[in-house]
């Protein structure tokens, strides 16, 4: 059985930095691509950022919202993936969820088939 | 970047009948689009991908259809498991966008 877990989560001052992890069980980790997807209380869904399988490079690739602050990583021995976020603002306070990415090889690219079950991050003074 | 609108923002529907919900894409996603279904305080999942595959375990009174700019989630015979909010999602450009949802609730 798929099972992404969410940890890390948590309430942090603005400015500051937090690690969020997924642990995936289930499947051969290292065979697919991460994603992060966060969810602002009430309301929709908000892609943050995708790293690919070594595979297809283990390249990254993220939302403008968050770019040049938020850093996905990837361990495939310990079948964890990260998400560092630097320079927290109020505006990131979020369920965070970890999504497996399905590769669809003939025009490469991903939809989500798996989800986890989220970690709120909140972001306040 | 894309910009992905649904419609209605809520759809009122009775149990046992059809819901149709919208999805429009600003440009061109090809058949690269995805339905989720969210339930409170659960998770999405998935539904639908291609514009048109059941996923996994999914019934098939859900159906998907479109391509390009249009698409459409149907499904045939609202059950009470199916009142939740959906999201259509496109992945053939980056950055990847969510539309902003479709609440389905009892009429």
């Known amino acids: 059985e798929v099972q992404l877990v969410e940890s890390g989560g948590g309430l942090v001052q603005p400015g500051r930095s937090l690690r969020l992890s997924c642990t995936a069980s289930g499947f051969t980790f290292g065979d697919y691509a991460m994603s992060w997807v966060r969810q602002a209380p009430g309301k929709g869904l908000e892609w943050v950022g995708f790293?690919?399988?070594?595979?297809?490079?283990?390249?990254?690739e993220y939302a403008a919202s968050v770019k040049g602050r938020f850093t996905i990583s990837r361990d495939d021995s310990k079948s964890i993936a990260y998400l560092q976020m630097n320079s927290l603002k109020t505006e990131d306070t979020a369920v965070y969820y970890c999504?497996?990415?399905?590769?669809?090889?003939?025009?490469?690219?991903?939809?989500?088939?798996?989800w986890g079950q989220g970690t709120l991050v909140t972001v306040s003074s | 970047e894309i910009v992905m609108t649904q419609s209605p923002a809520t759809l009122s529907v009775s149990p046992g009948e059809r819901a149709t919900l919208s999805c429009r894409a600003s440009?061109?996603?090809?058949?690269?689009l995805a339905w989720y279904q969210q339930k409170p305080g659960q998770a999405p999942r998935l539904l639908i991908y291609?514009?048109?595959t059941r996923a996994t375990g999914i019934p098939a009174r859900f159906s998907g259809s479109g391509s390009g700019t249009e698409f459409t989630l149907t499904i045939s015979s609202l059950q009470s498991e199916d009142f939740a909010v959906y999201y259509c999602?496109?992945?053939?450009?980056?950055?990847?966008?969510f539309g902003q949802g479709t609440k389905v609730e009892i009429k």
């Open positions: 999504t497996r990415g399905v590769v669809v090889v003939a025009v490469t690219r991903y939809y989500f088939d798996y």
């Open positions: 291609g514009a048109s």
């Open positions: 790293i690919r399988s070594k595979a297809y490079g283990g390249t990254t």
């Open positions: 440009q061109s996603v090809s058949s690269n």
């Open positions: 999602q496109q992945y053939n450009n980056w950055p990847l966008k």
